[in-house]
Protein backbone atom coordinates (compact mmCIF):
# COMPACT_ATOMS: atom_id res chain seq x y z
CA UNK A 1 0.00 0.00 0.00
CA UNK A 2 1.18 3.47 -1.17
CA UNK A 3 0.69 6.46 1.09
CA UNK A 4 1.42 10.55 0.10
CA UNK A 5 1.21 13.19 2.17
CA UNK A 6 2.88 16.33 3.13
CA UNK A 7 5.31 17.21 5.75
CA UNK A 8 4.09 19.43 8.39
CA UNK A 9 5.04 21.11 11.76
CA UNK A 10 4.42 18.37 14.69
CA UNK A 11 4.31 19.54 18.34
CA UNK A 12 7.79 19.07 18.98
CA UNK A 13 7.33 16.32 21.82
CA UNK A 14 8.77 13.47 20.27
CA UNK A 15 12.44 14.82 19.88
CA UNK A 16 12.46 15.04 23.84
CA UNK A 17 11.04 11.90 24.21
CA UNK A 18 12.08 9.35 21.05
CA UNK A 19 15.62 9.18 22.40
CA UNK A 20 14.39 7.66 25.70
CA UNK A 21 11.92 5.67 23.78
CA UNK A 22 14.21 4.08 21.78
CA UNK A 23 16.17 2.03 24.49
CA UNK A 24 12.66 0.46 25.39
CA UNK A 25 11.97 -0.13 21.60
CA UNK A 26 15.43 -1.75 21.41
CA UNK A 27 15.08 -3.88 24.41
CA UNK A 28 11.75 -5.19 23.01
CA UNK A 29 12.90 -6.24 19.93
CA UNK A 30 11.99 -3.50 17.70
CA UNK A 31 15.09 -4.10 14.37
CA UNK A 32 16.91 -1.26 13.56
CA UNK A 33 15.49 1.43 16.00
CA UNK A 34 19.26 2.24 16.94
CA UNK A 35 19.70 3.85 13.60
CA UNK A 36 16.66 6.10 13.98
CA UNK A 37 17.23 10.11 14.31
CA UNK A 38 15.76 11.34 17.64
CA UNK A 39 12.22 12.39 16.40
CA UNK A 40 9.70 11.68 14.05
CA UNK A 41 8.73 13.16 10.95
CA UNK A 42 4.30 14.01 10.33
CA UNK A 43 2.92 14.09 7.28
CA UNK A 44 -0.49 14.95 6.83
CA UNK A 45 -2.25 12.94 4.21
CA UNK A 46 -5.50 14.86 3.75
CA UNK A 47 -7.98 14.25 1.94
CA UNK A 48 -7.59 10.77 2.22
CA UNK A 49 -7.80 9.10 6.08
CA UNK A 50 -6.51 5.62 7.17
CA UNK A 51 -7.92 2.92 9.91
CA UNK A 52 -5.23 1.32 11.71
CA UNK A 53 -5.51 -2.76 11.12
CA UNK A 54 -2.51 -3.92 12.45
CA UNK A 55 0.70 -3.16 13.80
CA UNK A 56 4.35 -5.59 12.63
CA UNK A 57 5.02 -4.68 16.32
CA UNK A 58 3.18 -3.63 19.48
CA UNK A 59 4.72 -3.13 22.40
CA UNK A 60 1.68 -2.60 25.29
CA UNK A 61 2.47 -0.76 28.70
CA UNK A 62 5.82 0.50 28.11
CA UNK A 63 7.16 2.59 31.18
CA UNK A 64 8.74 5.62 29.89
CA UNK A 65 9.56 9.42 31.32
CA UNK A 66 7.74 12.11 28.92
CA UNK A 67 9.18 15.16 30.86
CA UNK A 68 8.04 15.90 33.44
CA UNK A 69 6.34 12.97 34.86
CA UNK A 70 6.44 9.16 33.95
CA UNK A 71 4.10 7.12 31.65
CA UNK A 72 2.72 4.29 31.01
CA UNK A 73 1.99 4.06 27.04
CA UNK A 74 1.51 1.44 24.59
CA UNK A 75 3.34 1.93 21.00
CA UNK A 76 2.48 0.51 17.64
CA UNK A 77 4.78 0.14 14.90
CA UNK A 78 4.43 -0.75 10.86
CA UNK A 79 7.32 -1.26 8.99
CA UNK A 80 7.94 1.12 6.07
CA UNK A 81 9.38 -0.47 3.62
CA UNK A 82 10.04 2.27 1.01
CA UNK A 83 10.25 6.10 1.62
CA UNK A 84 10.40 8.71 -1.51
CA UNK A 85 11.75 11.67 -0.86
CA UNK A 86 12.78 14.31 -4.17
CA UNK A 87 12.99 11.60 -6.23
CA UNK A 88 15.51 9.59 -3.40
CA UNK A 89 14.06 6.42 -2.82
CA UNK A 90 15.20 5.07 0.64
CA UNK A 91 14.51 1.00 1.57
CA UNK A 92 13.55 -0.31 4.58
CA UNK A 93 13.99 3.09 6.14
CA UNK A 94 11.79 3.04 9.20
CA UNK A 95 8.56 2.48 10.61
CA UNK A 96 5.42 4.65 11.17
CA UNK A 97 4.79 5.35 14.64
CA UNK A 98 2.02 5.04 16.86
CA UNK A 99 1.86 6.17 20.25
CA UNK A 100 -1.54 6.23 22.05
CA UNK A 101 -1.14 9.56 23.95
CA UNK A 102 -0.19 10.75 21.41
CA UNK A 103 -2.34 13.93 20.37
CA UNK A 104 -2.19 12.54 17.22
CA UNK A 105 -2.82 9.05 17.58
CA UNK A 106 -6.68 8.96 16.70
CA UNK A 107 -6.31 11.66 13.45
CA UNK A 108 -7.06 9.58 10.71
CA UNK A 109 -5.17 11.95 8.47
CA UNK A 110 -2.17 12.21 10.29
CA UNK A 111 1.43 9.94 10.28
CA UNK A 112 4.18 9.85 12.77
CA UNK A 113 7.09 8.55 10.83
CA UNK A 114 10.34 6.88 12.49
CA UNK A 115 13.42 6.41 10.65
CA UNK A 116 16.99 7.16 9.43
CA UNK A 117 17.72 10.68 9.18
CA UNK A 118 17.06 12.40 5.79
CA UNK A 119 18.52 14.95 4.21
CA UNK A 120 17.50 18.31 2.65
CA UNK A 121 14.37 17.81 4.15
CA UNK A 122 11.71 20.62 4.67
CA UNK A 123 8.28 21.56 5.21
CA UNK A 124 5.88 21.00 3.15
CA UNK A 125 7.74 18.42 1.01
CA UNK A 126 5.91 15.50 -0.34
CA UNK A 127 6.58 11.82 1.14
CA UNK A 128 5.78 8.64 -0.39
CA UNK A 129 5.75 5.14 1.84
CA UNK A 130 5.20 2.31 1.31
CA UNK A 131 4.04 -0.24 3.55
CA UNK A 132 2.74 -4.02 3.76
CA UNK A 133 -0.89 -4.29 2.76
CA UNK A 134 -3.52 -5.35 5.43
CA UNK A 135 -2.04 -2.77 7.96
CA UNK A 136 -3.92 0.03 7.47
CA UNK A 137 -7.39 0.88 5.47
CA UNK A 138 -8.44 3.61 3.39
CA UNK A 139 -11.56 5.41 4.62
CA UNK A 140 -14.62 6.18 2.30
CA UNK A 141 -14.94 10.52 3.19
Known sequence: MKISGQHIKGTGGAKRSI???KKRFFK???PNIEEAFDGTININTLP???EI???DYYFPNVIHRSFPFRRIESFGFIEI???RHNGVLYKNWGYVYFAEKSPHFTKNDY???LGKEIE???FNDTIEITIKDG???ELDV
Request: no cysteine; hydrophobic share 35%; charged share 40%.
Open 111 to 113: FEL
Open 53 to 55: LSY
Open 81 to 83: LEL
Open 19 to 21: KRQ
Open 135 to 137: RLK
Open 28 to 30: RGL
Open 120 to 122: NFS
Open 48 to 50: KKY
